[in-house]
C-alpha cells in the first residue's frame, strides 16, 4: 500500500478532523518517516513507535495515519515544543527523527504574493503550501538510535512507585528519586505544575 497525503486528507475530512496546515505537515511527516523507516502499512504492521516534540495539530495527524496512539503506547509525547517526530521501526530498530527547518515559515511568507500561491488566507496559503512543497525543503531527517533507558517503551507499567507526599502512584521512573523517598513532578516543584491546589 502507498500512503498517500491525498487519500489521508479525504479520511479525516471524512473522520470530522480539522484539516489545517498543521494537519498536512503532520500527514506529511508521518509519511516520511514511515518509508524512511521501512513501513507501508503502519495500521497494519503494529512495529512502529512515534515520538512527537509538540502537541499541535500535527501530532493528532501524525497519530491519524500511523495508527499510534498515547492509550496504546505506541506514540508519546516528549515535550520539547519543537515541529519534530522521531519515527521508531521495533522490528528493524531503524529510527529517523524528523523536523521542520526553520527557514520554511520565511520562505513560505517570502512567495505567499507570488504567482504560484495566488492570494488567500495565510492559513489556506500555507496549506496549499504544505500540500505542494518537496519533502527536501520541508524536513529535515537524520538517523538517531532510541535510548531504551529514557523512554518507557513497553505496554504496561515498568515501574510503580508513590508520591512520599501526595500518595499518588508515579508509573514509568516519572517521579523525582531523593534519600527521603519518591516525589511526583507536582510535589517536587508545585510553582512549575500546570495546577494548583
Known amino acids: 500500500m502507498q500512503l498517500?497525503?491525498?487519500?489521508?486528507?479525504?479520511?479525516?475530512?471524512?473522520?470530522?478532523m480539522h484539516t489545517c496546515a498543521g494537519m498536512v505537515?503532520?500527514?506529511r511527516m508521518a509519511i516520511l518517516g514511515c518509508r524512511l523507516v521501512g513501513i507501508s502499512e503502519p495500521r497494519v504492521e503494529k512495529v512502529l513507535k512515534?515520538?512527537?516534540?509538540?502537541d499541535r495539530c500535527f501530532t493528532d495527524a501524525v497519530g491519524f495515519l500511523t495508527g499510534c496512539s498515547l492509550g496504546k503506547r505506541s506514540l508519546q509525547h516528549i515535550d520539547y515544543g519543537k515541529p519534530a517526530a522521531t519515527?521508531?521501526?521495533?522490528?528493524?530498530?531503524?529510527a529517523y527523527r524528523i523536523a521542520v527547518?526553520?527557514?520554511?515559515?520565511?520562505y513560505m511568507e517570502s512567495e505567499k504574493n507570488g504567482p504560484r500561491y495566488g492570494s488567500g488566507s495565510k492559513a489556506d496559503l500555507q496549506k496549499l503550501a504544505y500540500c505542494e512543497l518537496p519533502d527536501y525543503m520541508m524536513f529535515r531527517?537524520?538517523?538517531v538510535k532510541i535510548n531504551r533507558e529514557l523512554i518507557a517503551t513497553s505496554e504496561k507499567a515498568v515501574t510503580r512507585e508513590l508520591c512520599r507526599i501526595c500518595r499518588e502512584?508515579?508509573?514509568d521512573r516519572k517521579g523525582f528519586f531523593?534519600?527521603?523517598?519518591?516525589m511526583c513532578k507536582h510535589c517536587e516543584n508545585p510553582s512549575n505544575s500546570y495546577y494548583t491546589v
Open 101 to 106: 527547518p526553520p527557514d520554511l515559515r520565511a
Open 50 to 54: 512515534v515520538y512527537v516534540e509538540m
Open 87 to 94: 519515527f521508531h521501526n521495533t522490528a528493524s530498530e531503524m
Open 4 to 16: 498517500s497525503l491525498k487519500d489521508t486528507l479525504r479520511e479525516a475530512r471524512s473522520a470530522q
Open 178 to 182: 531523593t534519600e527521603a523517598g519518591c
Open 25 to 27: 505537515l503532520g500527514i
Open 141 to 143: 531527517s537524520e538517523r
Open 169 to 171: 502512584e508515579i508509573n
